[in-house]
């Protein structure tokens, strides 16, 4: 095992897979000349040059497109986004295009593709910028899509992802980027559609991804103390979503706490709760309670933000009332 | 006009000067006190977003934050002409603007502070100035998404009969976004009084023009949506009024559209985590284009027509300080918004 950060993870990933397949190609803007927004594609284009590795212009609805097109007969693109908030642009071709098109086409138009960039809230970015996406994009049947938590499931699940034959949304965390951990020196792929037990525990159970595994890590530590037993749950694909991971660890501990980053209404959140009570109904000491950002836009003052954001003390909060110790 | 770009101690007396140059009564409708009112604007903005960059040193200022110095004629150039009741929309580039649009510096500070008493109350930051008590719609976050919104506000200027125009900034990397096309082509379609500037300071973030736009004199978009199209030199305040003068008249009395393509520079980075030269630009093009620094050009003017003292100078500059300096204190003081806020504008207020 070597120590990376996700950054690395991911640059190591697409390095692999550009060395590996010619038909990989990456495209964004800045991905090339200034090494990308957030450094994820450094070097790439010192090794790859021009052909491969392509700066576009500030136009994500055409180049999602052109990603499109390409795919169509016979690339396999990474499409970057600086990040997902300007993916909104795109959403045309991503969900019109990309999504419907081998079901359109009644099977015959392959789109291995995939949409890849930063999501989720970073600091006192305001309402425009900070944003998680996953619940939009899960919404849309056609697509997978992806929200590695750590280094190693990054690096695994974007080479899977690369290699999938159909559209991938890859959402990464804008604050992740710098986050270290042991990742596999071999080569190496994680199965999309399968989450992770990223912590055994008996007391309560954790459903969570992306940014938010290292929240419900914090959590779990912090519970340890008061002898809390707490179990993870990270989902790392939200479609397909691993429901039988999550059954099993809910029937295990009888209860559930859901932390996401993104909204309350409609969210990721809501749809595990539902695969909860269809699964689990006679397992559940507790109904289930859901953590997210509070339900308005994120104001840019820094104790706003703070309140408007899922955190550990929410979390812990929430843990402690589905136990009823509050 | 030729403001000379020498060093002032090889400048001639100013007696002679005046000799040589006989001024004009008026240049572009400014008067000799106008001039150093515009001056002042200028040097308000630099001043006081020197202190921003302090500030965000300090983490003060979080978040994004993008300065503008470097292209402060066209803010002051444009606001100058402008009436009262005429609207005004920009980017995410938006201290200097507000500031010549006459925002307190003080409510701007305390916005970028993140603070109760700030422009947009704490919950916009630095890309999101908003001030209605002057009609300014907005500092907007995504590249070219208010260039189509300027189109609509222009829409309801017609439609309500008035007479005021609507100015959008923009950069040039925006031109290459759809929402431009699809906002010019309505605008001309339809005669909507929208005045669109494109501040052309020859890169967006790292990439520059010619690596990024097929045709880079991006004037010519005009043409393609049947449009008036003007580009003049941005560092220039007097040519940035004329320009921006000619396309009022014809928002107003003709209710036609206009694109300007201001040419200009910015001298920081593209935002605080940026670095200011030395990887897509080189150290040596800011320094040649720093020689025409607008503030520079406007003062070069003034002292070569004798117009202005160097204690003026320094009694404006030393203003502009102290009202940057006042602007921090006053955010400083200011409180964060109250933990309640975070509730509220959501929504307006409506039963229906
Ligand atoms: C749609 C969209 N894509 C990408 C970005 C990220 N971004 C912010 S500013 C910028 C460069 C814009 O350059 P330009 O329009 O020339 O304006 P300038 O920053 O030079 O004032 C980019 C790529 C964004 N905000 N919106």
Redesign the interface.
């Known amino acids: 095992m070597a120590v990376m950060t996700y950054r690395e993870a991911l640059t190591s990933a697409l390095r692999e897979e550009l060395a590996r397949d010619d038909r990989v190609f990456l495209m964004g803007?800045?991905v090339a000349?200034?090494n990308g927004?957030y450094k994820v594609s450094k070097g790439l284009l010192d090794e790859f040059g021009p052909r491969r590795i392509v700066?576009?212009?500030?136009?994500?609805?055409?180049f999602a497109g052109v990603g499109v097109g390409a795919a169509m007969v016979g690339l396999r693109p990474v499409v970057e986004f600086m990040t997902w908030?300007?993916a909104?642009?795109a959403l045309d071709e991503v969900v019109n295009a990309a999504a419907k098109m081998l079901y359109m086409s009644g099977g015959q138009y392959k789109m291995p593709m995939v949409f890849r960039g930063p999501n989720g809230s970073?600091?006192?970015?305001?309402?425009?910028?900070s944003q998680a996406w996953e619940s939009w994009l899960a919404h849309i049947p056609g697509l997978k899509v992806l929200t590695p938590g750590t280094p190693a499931d990054a690096k695994g699940l974007l080479k899977s992802a690369i290699r999938d034959d159909n559209p991938v949304v890859f959402l990464e965390g804008e604050m992740l980027y710098n986050t270290k951990g042991e990742v596999p020196e071999e080569d190496y792929l994680i199965r999309i559609g399968k989450a992770d037990l990223k912590r055994e525990g008996e007391h309560c159970t954790i459903v969570t991804h992306g940014k938010m595994v290292l929240v419900a890590m914090q959590v779990a530590d912090a519970l340890a103390k008061d002898d809390i037993s707490i179990e993870v749950v990270d989902l790392r694909t939200i479609r397909p979503m691993d429901v039988e991971a999550i059954a099993q660890s809910v029937q295990k501990t009888n209860r559930a706490v859901v932390l996401e980053e993104g909204w309350e209404i409609c969210g990721v959140g809501a749809q595990v709760v539902d695969f909860i009570q269809r699964e689990c109904f006679d397992d559940l000491d507790a109904p289930v309670i859901r953590v997210h950002q509070?339900?308005?836009?994120m104001?840019?003052?820094?104790?706003?933000e703070k309140?408007?954001k899922p955190d550990a003390a929410k979390t812990i909060a929430a843990v402690r009332k589905v136990m009823y110790l509050d | 006009m030729s403001a000379g770009a020498k060093p002032a101690k090889e400048r001639k007396s100013a007696e002679s000067a005046r000799a040589e140059k006989p001024l004009p009564e008026k240049i572009s409708g400014t008067d000799v006190a106008m001039r150093k009112e515009l001056l002042r604007s200028m040097l308000l903005q630099r001043r006081f977003e020197e202190k921003c960059a302090e500030a965000y040193a300090l983490g003060k200022i979080g978040g994004f934050c993008h300065l503008y110095i470097g292209q402060e004629a066209i803010s002051t150039g444009t606001m100058s002409m402008l009436r009262p009741d005429d609207y005004v929309i920009t980017a995410y580039r938006d201290h200097g603007q507000a500031l010549a649009r006459g925002i307190s510096p003080r409510a701007i500070m305390a916005e970028l502070f993140g603070r109760a008493d700030g422009c947009s109350h704490g919950k916009g930051g630095s890309m999101h100035i908003f001030d209605s008590a002057t009609n300014f719609l907005g500092g907007h976050g995504i590249v070219g998404g208010h260039v189509p919104v300027a189109a609509g506000v222009g829409f309801a200027i017609k439609y309500k009969d008035g007479d005021q125009v609507c100015v959008c900034f923009f950069g040039e990397a925006a031109v290459n976004i759809g929402a431009f096309h699809e906002a010019l082509n309505m605008a001309s379609l339809w005669n909507l009084p929208v005045i669109f500037i494109i501040e052309n300071n020859r890169y967006g973030m790292g990439t520059a023009i010619s690596r990024s736009t097929a045709n880079e004199d991006v004037i010519v978009r005009a043409k393609g949506y049947r449009m008036i199209g003007e580009s003049v030199d941005g560092q220039d305040l007097f040519a940035v009024r004329d320009c921006v003068g000619r396309a009022i008249e014809r928002g107003r009395k003709e209710k036609r559209p206009t694109l300007i393509e201001l040419r200009t520079y910015r001298f920081m980075g593209h935002s605080m985590s940026d670095a200011v030269a030395g990887t897509y630009r080189s150290r040596e093009e800011l320094e040649e284009n720093m020689k025409r620094d607008p503030i520079l050009l406007l003062h070069q003017f003034m002292h070569e027509h004798d117009e202005l003292s160097e204690g003026e100078l320094s009694k404006i500059d030393d203003d502009a300080k102290a009202a940057a300096q006042d602007a921090w204190d006053f955010a400083d003081a200011s409180p964060e918004p109250a933990p309640e806020e975070l509730w509220t504008d959501v929504l307006a207020e409506s039963e229906s």
């Open positions: 803007e800045e000349q200034y927004a700066d576009t212009p500030i136009t994500e609805l055409g908030n300007f909104l642009l970073a600091l006192q970015l305001g309402a425009q910028h509070e339900d308005v836009p104001p840019y003052a820094k104790n706003l309140a408007a």
